[in-house]
């Protein structure tokens, strides 16, 4: 395998607070995120504490620490307790909704073409066992105007459709979509909207009691930095009784004073490990203590990052940006130079994306999107990283 000569970046200084590889470029905080070491030490303790007295741990003192990091979540999502409850990843969250409401023939699922493959499977699965019909809107990418975006969404609306799932963030594309207007829209033409945050919270500003949609599915290991397993499912009040979680346990029949019947029938899906659910509140405390200025000054420097990153990148490599940048959180999304077009996908994994973590040592996601399909990569930027990164990145690139 060829090394290149290119001296490898130095990452920011908030790089000592987390354990990734030293050596590694690691632009990929989407994907799975990455968890700080002070949070991995609690994790670890808590496991130590679950396998010497398992029965304490996981069933008679179970709500004492589960309540605390309910509520620290509740805080960061602008939520009340009573609404939320903790799920192991989006997927689920999505899969139960989606697996507890009752289509029939006729009715018909929205989605839009920016979707992540995963949910789009769960709502066609749904649609298929109905009779029902999944429609997919078409958004464009590249995009100037978050009008794109609502037109392509409410020009798919049709007397039909029962239910939309619309992301907070997309995946692929890496696009805020404008989430506020879309539920308001979408609920005055009577469709119930689920929003698809997996990558909000921590990246952006939430609030769910005023975004009030009549659900939001949301991960905590990406840009909360929990540990792997910590996500969770907010449902307006009026929607939670008819929901059932993806796995059905104890909860449906044995009610705990002072829980809602919601968190009676999520609070516990069969043996597991909750020490995930039980670190959220203090991945909360630590992302937010890393900064004088706290949560937002840290949505800030990650936004900034990104932007600066993707002109550094359109500049060395000679591209178009592909949206406005107030549609960017902490992540972009750019089309690869002319050069890497056409070639058709064989793998898992792109060859060149291969490429540039055994030669360079980056990881990046090489994706397939835009209308038409183009080959793209997309840059995630947390506060471990620094511009050198990108701009190593852009340089790597010319150099394939
Ligand atoms: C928009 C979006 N939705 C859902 C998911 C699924 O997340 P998970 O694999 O944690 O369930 C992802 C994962 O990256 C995503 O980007």
Avoid at 54 to 59: D, E, I, S, T
Wanted: net charge positive.
């Amino acid at each position: 395998m060829k090394q290149h000569k290119l001296a490898r970046p130095t990452p920011s200084r908030f790089r000592r607070y987390w354990t990734l590889a030293p050596g590694k470029v690691f632009l990929n905080h989407g994907s799975f995120g990455a968890c700080p070491r002070s949070v991995l030490q609690l994790q670890r303790e808590l496991r130590r504490q679950m396998e010497a007295e398992p029965v304490q741990f996981l069933w008679r003192r179970y709500e004492e620490r589960l309540e605390p990091a309910r509520a620290a979540l509740a805080r960061l999502v602008g939520a009340r307790p009573q609404d939320l409850v903790f799920v192991t990843n989006a997927t689920t969250a999505i899969n139960a909704v989606a697996r507890s409401l009752n289509f029939r023939a006729g009715d018909e699922l929205l989605s839009t073409n920016h979707d992540y493959n995963a949910c789009r499977n769960v709502l066609a699965e749904t649609a298929t066992r109905a009779g029902a019909k999944l429609r997919v809107a078409q958004a464009p990418f590249p995009l100037h105007r978050e009008d794109d975006v609502v037109e392509a969404v409410m020009g798919a609306v049709t007397s039909r459709t029962r239910l939309a799932l619309v992301d907070h963030v997309t995946s692929d594309t890496a696009l805020i979509f404008p989430v506020a207007r879309l539920v308001r829209e979408l609920e005055a033409r009577g469709v119930d909207t689920l929003v698809d945050g997996a990558h909000a919270p921590g990246m952006l500003p939430v609030n769910l009691t005023k975004l009030c949609p009549a659900y939001y599915a949301g991960n905590l290991h990406k840009w909360v930095c929990a540990p792997k397993g910590a996500a969770f499912l907010w449902a307006r009040e009026d929607k939670q009784a008819s929901l059932q979680p993806a796995v059905v346990s104890h909860g449906n029949n044995r009610p705990r004073p002072g829980y809602s019947s919601f968190q009676d029938r999520f609070d516990w899906a069969g043996t597991f490990d909750p020490t995930p659910w039980f670190c959220v509140g203090e991945a909360i405390r630590c992302m937010g203590g890393l900064l004088p200025g706290g949560w937002p000054e840290l949505r800030q420097r990650n936004h900034q990052l990104t932007v600066k990153a993707r002109q550094a990148l359109c500049r060395r490599l000679e591209l178009a940006p592909p949206c406005p940048e107030k549609m960017l959180g902490s992540m972009a999304t750019l089309a690869l130079p002319g050069r890497f077009q056409g070639a058709l996908k064989s793998g898992k994994i792109d060859r060149e994306q291969l490429r540039l973590y055994d030669e360079f040592g980056i990881e990046v996601p090489f994706v397939r999107a835009g209308l038409p399909e183009r080959r793209c990569l997309r840059i995630s930027a947390q506060i471990y990283n620094s511009l050198a990164e990108y701009e190593y990145l852009a340089e790597a690139l010319r150099a394939l």
